[in-house]
């Protein structure tokens, strides 16, 4: 029987959704990316120390359920942005609750042009996301340029570049996207005005393929 991460991995219509999903399938891909990412996440979230104050913002917010997870630990605001409507749609339905009680917002917006003041947030995330982003080190200084004075990024990534992977480049090509190494990663913060940048590798299962892959979680603090 095909196991359903095979079908994924499987069917390019609907892994292209990864990076802007859209309609049926883009809505079927988020719910699967909710459960699959979920130790990819957990791992993540393993490295950042929020607190009852913390305002988080998670870019590419997909599915929502960072979003929901940073509200059950911080007692302040959390906000999500993503640029696919589907994205938005789906994070408001998962928080439907927290963002009633104001204590949650979620917006359609681009990483590289968004609406908050310069200094708002303690802590912004990117799980799985900046392989789209489309102009890197911008981009990073918008993210920057948004953080409090000692704020801190995380990005979390389940791919690294892997020489001679035809699979790998089969998705690149597919996706359109950038898969960075961890060097890319630390130069690319630096450049964009990152103080201090650490980095962490998991050796690991890639979440929908179930081959070996190396997880990578990056702080970076402003
Ligand atoms: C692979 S999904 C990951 C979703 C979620 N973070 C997770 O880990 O399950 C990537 C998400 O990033 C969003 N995204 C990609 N590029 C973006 C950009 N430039 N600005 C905002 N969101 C973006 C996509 O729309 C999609 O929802």
């Not at 799985?128 to 981009?139: A, G, M, Q, R």
């Not at 005005?193 to 998991?202: H, R, W, Y």
């Not at 979440?207 to 997880?215: I, K, L, Q, V, Y």
Request: proline share 2%; aromatic share 8%.
């Amino acid at each position: 029987m095909t196991s359903k991460k095979t079908k994924i991995i499987e069917n390019p219509e609907l892994l292209v959704n990864a990076g802007n999903p859209k309609g049926k399938l883009g809505e079927e891909l988020i719910n699967d990316m909710n459960i699959n990412h979920e130790n990819l996440a957990l791992w993540g979230v393993s490295h950042l120390n929020v607190s009852k104050n913390s305002i988080v913002l998670d870019i590419g917010c997909g599915g929502g359920v960072n979003v929901k997870r940073f509200l059950e630990i911080t007692d302040s605001k959390v906000y999500g942005i993503d640029y696919s409507s589907l994205s938005v749609k789906k994070s408001i339905e998962l928080n439907k609750k927290e963002i009633e009680n104001k204590r949650c917002e979620i917006r359609l917006e681009s990483v590289s042009e968004m609406s908050f003041d310069s200094a708002t947030f303690d802590i912004i995330t990117a799980f799985e996301t900046v392989y789209f982003w489309p102009d890197f080190e911008n981009d990073l200084k918008e993210v920057n340029r948004i953080l409090k004075e000692d704020g801190i990024f995380l990005i979390c990534n389940e791919a690294l570049p892997r020489k001679n992977d035809a699979r790998q480049k089969e998705f690149v090509d597919l996706l359109n996207c950038s898969i960075y190494s961890e060097q890319e990663l630390i130069n690319h913060l630096n450049n964009s005005g990152f103080s201090e940048v650490k980095t962490f590798i998991k050796e690991s299962k890639d979440s929908f393929t179930n081959e070996d892959a190396d997880w990578i979680c990056v702080i970076a603090q402003k």
